[in-house]
C-alpha cells in the first residue's frame, strides 16, 4: 500500500490500533481473535 494512503488512513488506523482485542498483523490488516476483521488496500479508482 502506497505511504500517501496509509497517511490518509492514519486516523482511522489509530482509532482501531487503540483497542487491544484487535492485532494488526500487517500495515492495514487487521484481526480478531485470530481471524481477518478489516482491511485496506489500493485501488485504481481509490481506496
Do not use: C
Not at 486516523?11 to 500487517?26: A, C, D, G, T
Request: proline share 2%; aromatic share 10%; glycine share 6%.
Amino acid at each position: 500500500m502506497r505511504q500517501e494512503t496509509i497517511e490518509n488512513l492514519a486516523i482511522l488506523l489509530n482509532f482501531l490500533r487503540s483497542y487491544e482485542i484487535l492485532s494488526e498483523v500487517k500495515p492495514t490488516n487487521f484481526h480478531l481473535n485470530g481471524k481477518g476483521f478489516i482491511h485496506f488496500h489500493d485501488e485504481a479508482d481509490g481506496l
